[in-house]
């Protein structure tokens, strides 16, 4: 990418990320991606939007500098007519400022932030927008965040800056990453509750039941052993301590031996909360030869035994939607 500052402004093709929430996706996306589409045709940069059910996104931003710029802007306005609606609908006084986040390598933040601080003072002093370098990296990855915060003129004028800062350094670095290659962050999906009915795993995206994948189903079925099972929350009961009246009872169920890992946890951690989160007295039995499962006895009341069985299901559940991850 050939980076170089032209008489008329910048003259050079750039990529900006922000993260948004997702309800700030949802204002961008607008109804039937007429929002997007509009800011698409009007701006001329190129706007995507991570996949996924994350509870952030990312939305990159590529084109010229001028498009980018416009692109911005867009946002920016987008996101304090945002404000405004919600102020009508409220008895708040003071009007939040419109914040955006930018998500920048960590090497090059170095140069946004200027010796002492002294370029990121200059910036804040100038456009009258708030900056903010993150002192950590996003989670696996070499990048952080930069937050602005402002009225939507200060953003823009904040953002042209930061892109000068930029391709200064990769101009510098004449186009290749400094300090080695940029790992992007990537937001996790959110944890989809799972949930059980008739033998059958179901996830709950939106307001559909969907069903899950038939390795969870089996693993469940493992790992009630067809009992009945009152979800956490359905009666008063299901909580520890509260259901002292029913006798003690046991229950076993068993669980395959590449899994048991997952429910001990290192140096017995995991078994150890499920025990004390529970209240059911939990033993699990020694490998024995030739068998390619572990036989685990719970004791306790009918609600302890409930809650016990509902965190080793929750503990396999998360273990093997891991594994599909990978």
Same mark, same amino acid.
Request: proline share 7%.
């Given at each position: 990418?050939?980076? !170089?500052? *032209?008489?008329? /402004?910048?003259?050079?093709? &750039?990529?900006?990320?922000l993260l948004m929430h997702g309800k700030e996706v949802g204002s961008i996306i607008g109804k039937k991606g007429e929002t997007v589409k509009k800011m698409?045709?009007?701006? /001329?940069?190129?706007? =995507?939007i991570s996949e996924g059910n994350c509870p952030e996104r990312i939305v990159t931003i590529t084109g010229p500098t001028d498009a980018i710029f416009k692109a911005f802007a867009m946002i920016a306005y987008k996101f304090e007519e945002d404000i405004n609606n919600s102020m009508s609908n409220s008895t708040a006084t003071s009007k939040p400022p419109v914040t955006l986040r930018l998500v920048v390598p960590a090497s090059q933040c170095g140069s946004l932030i200027g010796k002492g601080g002294s370029k990121i003072k200059e910036i804040r002093e100038s456009t009258g927008a708030q900056v903010q370098v993150a002192g950590d990296m996003l989670? =696996? *990855?070499?990048?952080?965040?930069v937050t602005i915060s402002?009225?939507?003129?200060? +953003?823009?004028?904040?953002?042209? %800056?930061?892109?000068?800062?930029? &391709? #200064?350094? %990769?101009s510098v670095t004449k186009g290749s990453p400094p300090k080695g290659a940029t790992i992007p962050y990537r937001p996790k999906p959110a944890s989809t509750p799972v949930i059980f009915a008739g033998g %059958?795993?179901?996830?709950?995206? /939106?307001?559909?039941?969907?069903?899950?994948?038939?390795? &969870?189903?089996? &693993?469940h079925q493992l790992a009630m052993q067809q009992t009945p099972f009152t979800p956490l929350g359905q009666t008063t009961p299901a909580f520890p301590g509260l259901?002292? *009246?029913?006798?003690?009872?046991t229950h076993e169920l068993t669980i395959p031996n590449d899994l048991i890992g997952c429910i001990i946890g290192r140096q017995g951690? !995991? +078994?150890? #909360? +499920?025990?004390q989160m529970s209240g059911a007295q939990i033993k699990i039995a020694n490998a024995t030869e030739g068998s390619s499962e572990r036989q685990i006895t719970i004791t306790g009341t009918p609600a302890n035994i409930s809650l016990a069985q509902y965190l080793i299901n929750a503990r396999l559940t998360s273990e093997v939607t891991g594994m599909g991850a990978l």
């Open positions: 990418m050939e980076s !170089k500052v *032209s008489e008329g /402004g910048l003259n050079v093709t &750039l990529t900006i990320r698409r045709e009007e701006s /001329g940069a190129r706007i =995507n989670p =696996n *990855s070499t990048e952080r965040a402002g009225t939507p003129d200060a +953003i823009i004028q904040c953002v042209k %800056q930061i892109c000068v800062v930029m &391709l #200064e350094v %990769q %059958q795993a179901y996830t709950i995206q /939106g307001q559909y039941a969907i069903p899950h994948p038939d390795q &969870l189903t089996k &693993l259901d002292a *009246s029913p006798p003690a009872s951690t !995991k +078994i150890n #909360e +499920i025990r």
